[in-house]
């Protein structure tokens, strides 16, 4: 199973159009927010079957998108979060927190514009995996590089990450 992720390509689609045609054929687009309206037309780029799992940023002002979202991906419960209602950009520690007392697996979230990927291990406690694909449009992070994520489940039902820049 091959999952895209991305997050705040806020409406200059350019590189995402360009990174769904080179991953094509995906089981499953994830967008984390601030896509800003271009979450009607993205469906039309992605391959048919493609399963598509979008929420809503802090930017997406007239959208009818979820806030968040509870999904299954494999055998991962995975979060679907912008973030800003965590207070991602001072950090995930509170949305660690939410994740954990919540019972999921994953929890993704955008907001942030930098790439970020971390095992999340706590004594007693089922891993945490916690991850931002950062930004297509408008990078944040050291050398600001358009930047997505490319989740794969394998033969054996194990999730595999790959952090990818344009």
Same mark, same amino acid.
Do not use: M, Q, Y
């Given at each position: 199973m091959k999952i895209?992720?991305?997050s705040d390509t806020h409406r200059r689609d350019e590189n995402?159009?360009?990174?769904?045609?080179?991953?094509?054929?995906?089981?499953m687009f994830i967008?984390?927010?601030? &896509?800003?309206?271009? +979450?009607h037309i993205i469906g039309t780029w992605v391959n048919e079957g493609c399963d598509m799992e979008m929420i809503l940023g802090n930017n997406n002002f007239f959208s009818c998108l979820d806030r968040e979202k509870d999904i299954m991906i494999g055998r991962y419960r995975t979060l679907l979060t912008h973030g800003h209602c965590y207070n991602v950009s001072v950090g995930a520690e &509170?949305?660690?927190? +939410?994740?954990r007392a919540r019972?999921?697996?994953i929890a993704m979230y955008g907001h942030t514009h930098r790439p970020f990927y971390e095992i999340d291990k706590k004594a007693g406690d089922k891993d945490l995996i916690v991850l931002?694909?950062?930004?297509l449009s408008y990078p944040r992070q050291d050398g600001h590089k358009p930047s997505f994520m490319l989740m794969e489940i394998d033969q054996q039902g194990e999730a595999h990450f790959a952090l990818n820049f344009l």
């Open positions: 895209l992720i991305v995402l159009k360009a990174v769904i045609e080179r991953t094509k054929p995906l089981d967008h984390l927010g601030d &896509a800003e309206g271009s +979450e &509170a949305l660690k927190r +939410e994740a019972g999921f697996d931002n694909p950062g930004s």
